[in-house]
């Protein structure tokens, strides 16, 4: 059995991209969680962090989307800076980049610079705009990308504001995932070929693409260009959530016949005296008379009756409340890593599954053992400011 360092990932333990390897440049947001992602499915992640204070405070050993990678320390502005990134480049596969357009290349590490060492490179760069358009030059967070191609505008109640849904919808399901679903599929064209390319994932675009359905069902006339009035978007009163008597929240998914038949029946009501409920003229009745059946217990009593029903009703959990309900322990859907409880790799593989193999990558902290494993004998030395 080979013997692996602990600052070393490992081949012991890993997952389906065991072998490959990642050069990610240390940013913040959807960047280091899709190198986070690629890290869990087994990739050897090298994360090139600058000398100085992290861009957002907080323990490093506490940033979960740093784990299964290793950090070492350059000084992109300094001389031999971008050589070092270059040299990485050359013997990775996949690096990753979240600057905004034109900066990498102002470093001297852009998509040129970087695979004129190795063509097979594939370059994967994360910004809100994209490289090209009217607003790439400009800043932006998650809540104006995603509110520029219209999803947020979907979700929230009529009456009211749209509900910020965190940075999820933007930074890593439209950020992120496609990042990651981008860099795979060039470096299966990368390893047919021998020819890398750049991936151009823009937030913008990829939430835009996960709107997809709806555009179909706005060209059929099935969906209103109108927030809280349809049915997928809390205007159903059959997929909504619903207060509970002790101001908790109870989400109601019951779309299909047969599952809302279980609904109203263990809501305490009787199906052939409720109007219509395909009828959207008849939603207001019905809202309302859901409204007041869930006031009249808690979320722990209607949980007990619902659950274990095909009823598709779920209590609205807090994230620690989700940490320790019983079908998420019994998945091991959450683990304890290194101190901290953390969401487990995702998705699952039968013959190759991911793993947390390293804790979050405290900056610099693995400069000698990335200098051995990748053959760069100079990464191992302190920078000239001693740092």
Known sequence: MSHHPPDSPGRGSAGPLDGVRVVELAGI??????????GDLGADVVRVD?????????????????????SVLVDLKSPE????VRSLAARAEILV????????????????ECMAANPALVYGRMTGWGQQGPLAPRAGHDIGYIATVGALSMIGAPDGPPAVPANLLGDYAGGSLYLTTGV?????????????????????????????????????????DARGSNLLDGGCPYYRLYETGDGGWMAVGALESQFYAV????????????PDRADPRNWPELQALFTARFKTASRARWTA?????????????????????????????????????????APRFSATPGTLRLPPAVPGAHAAAVARDWDLPHLSEPLKDGR
């Open 305 to 345: 009756l619902f659950e274990g029903t095909d009823a598709c009703v779920a209590p609205v959990l807090s994230l620690r409340e989700a940490a320790v309900h019983p079908h998420l322990t019994g998945r091991g859907t959450y683990t304890e890593a290194y101190g901290v409880t953390q969401p487990a790799p």
């Open 263 to 274: 609904f109203v029946s263990l809501l305490g009501l009787e199906g052939d005296d409720l």
């Open 184 to 224: 795979l599929a060039a470096l299966l064209t990368a390893r047919a070929t021998g020819r890398g390319q750049v991936v151009d994932a823009a937030i913008v675009d990829g939430t835009a693409h996960l709107t997809s359905l709806f555009w179909g069902m706005l060209a059929g006339g099935t969906w209103r």
């Open 81 to 84: 800076g971008p050589e070092t």
């Open 50 to 70: 600058r000398p100085g204070p992290a861009p957002l405070a907080g323990d490093p050993a506490h940033d979960v989307t740093n784990r299964n990678k290793r």
């Open 97 to 112: 980049e979240g600057y905004r357009p034109g900066v990498a290349e102002r470093l001297g590490v852009g998509p040129e």
């Open 29 to 38: 947001g959807p960047g280091p969680f899709a190198a986070m992602l690629l």
